[in-house]
T-cell receptor
Framework: GAVVSQHPSRVICKSGTSVKIECRSL??????MFWYRQFPKQSLMLMAT?????????EQGVEKDKFLINHASLTLSTLTVTSAHPEDSSFYIC?????????????FGSGTRLTVV | LAKTTQPISMDSYEGQEVNITCSHN???????ITWYQQFPSQGPRFIIQ???TKVTNEVASLFIPADRKSSTLSLPRVSLSDTAVYYC?????????????FGSGTQLTVLP
């Protein structure tokens, strides 16, 4: 089945540094990928829509200069958390769909646990 | 954008059938209903998707009444490993970001 690979699964960084998270579609091409953030005991919050070859679309309240998204190929989208602070500590998840018109739902990555110290 | 309402939590026992109902009164004509399962520290996993009536796959059934204002996810004979959060989403088929608005989900706890 369709697989979305996300790396790293866990990362600890110092406050003020930047962290890059990768999201890859392993066996399908994804012109669109999505990035979510999930705080403990809460639901997933859509942060942005990543579009291959064009600028990402950010949800209201999400700082585009802080959460840089690059979707340079049909199988890879990256999320860079710049100048990370402790309040950015969260569980980040990406997703993509193996079919734009099929009813297969979306496939999610395994998530990245970011801890900023 | 159709909003969904689910019970916050449910408890069940091993071997029982569990039915989780989702309310989506403002569902649009083009909207599909999709259910996902999420374990702690993992990404959500697709369970089932439907448009109307009944859909069944190897893990669950989805019942959708004629007015489509609600849907019920049915898990037959649950086991301890079915303890997870279940999300109901309503929206267009994949290709539209609007499908991906998660509600609060239902925490299902399966007891021995």
């Amino acid at each position: 089945g369709a697989v979305v690979s996300q790396h790293p699964s866990r990362v600890i960084c110092k406050s003020g540094t930047s962290v890059k998270i990768e999201c890859r579609s392993l066996d399908f091409q994804a012109t669109t990928m999505f990035w979510y953030r999930q705080f403990p005991k809460q639901s997933l919050m859509l942060m942005a829509t990543s579009n291959e070859g064009s600028k990402a679309t950010y949800e209201q309240g999400v700082e585009k200069d802080k959460f840089l998204i690059n979707h340079a190929s049909l199988t890879l989208s990256t999320l860079t958390v710049t100048s990370a602070h402790p309040e950015d500590s969260s569980f980040y998840i990406c997703s993509a769909s193996p079919s734009q018109w099929g009813n297969y739902g979306y496939t999610f990555g395994s998530g990245t646990r970011l801890t900023v110290v | 954008l159709a909003k969904t309402t689910q019970p916050i939590s449910m408890d069940s026992y091993e071997g029982q059938e569990v039915n989780i109902t989702c309310s989506h009164n403002n569902i649009a004509t083009n909207d599909y209903i999709t259910w996902y399962q999420q374990f702690p520290s993992q990404g959500p996993r697709f369970i089932i998707q439907g448009y109307k009536t009944k859909v069944t796959n190897e893990v669950a059934s989805l019942f959708i009444p004629a007015d489509r204002k609600s849907s019920t996810l049915s898990l037959p004979r649950v086991s301890l490993s079915d303890t997870a959060v279940y999300y109901c989403l309503v929206g267009d088929l994949p290709g539209s970001a609007r499908q991906l608005t998660f509600g609060s989900g239902t925490q299902l706890t399966v007891l021995p």
